[in-house]
């Protein structure tokens, strides 16, 4: 399962225990940038006030969280069939 997989298809609940898992498994401070930017959709600005680190930063993480994940989970590059 990819991380942004656009998909005819909605994720079964084994693909949502997959993801909440490989989430988990995450470093802190990628997970922390991953839920509040990417899950609750924040400014990294707002996600920086919060975390108390440098906006550059949580765009860092964010992208790393994502990475990790893509890796984690198989990028298929949205094509599901």
């Known amino acids: 399962m990819a991380v942004h997989a656009e998909s005819t298809q909605p994720p079964g609940p084994g693909d949502r225990l997959e993801l909440a898992d490989a989430i988990a ?3 802190t401070g990628q997970r922390q940038a991953f839920m509040l930017v990417e899950w609750l959709g ?5 996600a920086a006030r919060i975390l108390r680190i440098a906006p550059a930063s949580v ?3 964010s992208h ?3 990475a990790a994940l893509r890796k ?3 990028d298929d590059g949205g094509n599901r069939e």
């Open 64 to 66: 790393r969280a994502r």
């Open 25 to 27: 498994s995450l470093p």
């Open 42 to 46: 924040m400014s990294s600005e707002e």
């Open 59 to 61: 765009r860092t993480r």
């Open 72 to 74: 984690q989970l198989g």
